[in-house]
């Protein structure tokens, strides 16, 4: 999914030389024609830290401005699992699985509790 002027955005790697951290997330404020995106980052208090032009494999979608909406969590998971190398993802995939049988256990262990 592209992102579009006044999405945001979440760096999914670190950028050193810029003090960007994974997990940060900024403000498409211009949209490039080679998937490269003008991302404004601020603090706490709306100062600017950095404007950064970023690739579209360094962040994912986070939030549509047009919808005024969050983007799933789902889709946020799967935009990051579709740029790791296949090891990776086959561990995430894994890991996932794990959670999916530990919730469902414990599911069932509160419906043995309660009687339903």
Known sequence: M???????????????EKHLRAGMQGAVVHCHSNDVYEVEFVDEHGATLDFSALDADQCILVWRAATRQWIPL???????VAGLPDEAARQVLDFARFLSVRSCRSLGVKAAQTGR
């Open 2 to 16: 592209r992102p579009d002027i006044g999405d945001i955005v979440e760096i999914v790697r670190d950028i050193p």
């Open 74 to 80: 789902a889709e946020q998971a799967s935009a990051l």
